[in-house]
């Protein structure tokens, strides 16, 4: 699957937004992917997910057990691409502000994990939920996206594997295009929300 087909996946889905939105990161940008309304449809989630995987198992030689995601944007994504490639699924959530492994999930030195994602822009969450995943013992042999929003910019520490690579503008708050300055910012994502 090329970056423009994933895109026109995101378009078709009313996903690609413009505007002037607050990401996750605190940037501020004119595009922002709403992929809630991708993931709404199984079989849109199941076609780009099918594609991640098999991205997955052409670039990672190593014998990965295990797929986690951050919650929550990660949640989904993680969920279909480990049953495309026959593995458990777990996901760390924040507690006390930082990830965590909770309900019941576990990983040892044994398990490789493949991290799965959403969206990446800066790299944070994803460089979080590794080093949750590290504190267990486990090894995480690489990360997959859909979107590496920062045209392949951002480090998490890992291979990368993205669907696709874009490099949308992004801008801290006090460094705003004209253009941005004179339309209100909203915050679409799900960052803040999570307990």
Do not use: W
């Amino acid at each position: 699957m090329t970056a423009d087909e994933v895109l026109d996946e995101f378009r078709e889905a009313g996903a690609l937004l413009e505007g002037h939105f607050i990401l996750s990161s605190g940037l501020r940008s004119p595009v922002f992917l709403q992929k809630a309304l991708v993931f709404r449809e199984p079989a849109r989630t199941e076609k780009l997910c099918k594609a991640m995987a098999e991205a997955v198992r052409a670039k990672v030689q190593d014998n990965i057990t295990a797929i986690v995601s951050p919650a929550l944007g990660g949640i989904i994504p993680g969920y279909e691409t480990a049953r495309q490639l026959g593995l458990p699924f777990l996901f760390v959530e924040r507690e006390d502000g930082e990830f965590r492994l909770r309900r019941g999930f576990q990983l040892t030195a044994a398990d490789r994990v493949l991290v799965v994602e959403d969206i990446v822009t800066t790299g944070l969450s994803s460089r979080e939920c590794i080093s949750a995943i590290e504190k267990t013992g486990a090894k995480v042999v690489a990360e997959c996206c859909l979107v590496d929003r920062s045209g392949g910019r951002a480090d998490v520490g890992v291979p990368l594997i993205a669907l696709a690579t874009v490099a949308f503008p992004a801008y801290a708050e006090d460094a705003l295009p004209p253009e941005l300055e004179r339309i209100p910012a909203i915050k679409p994502g799900s960052r803040g929300l999570e307990a």
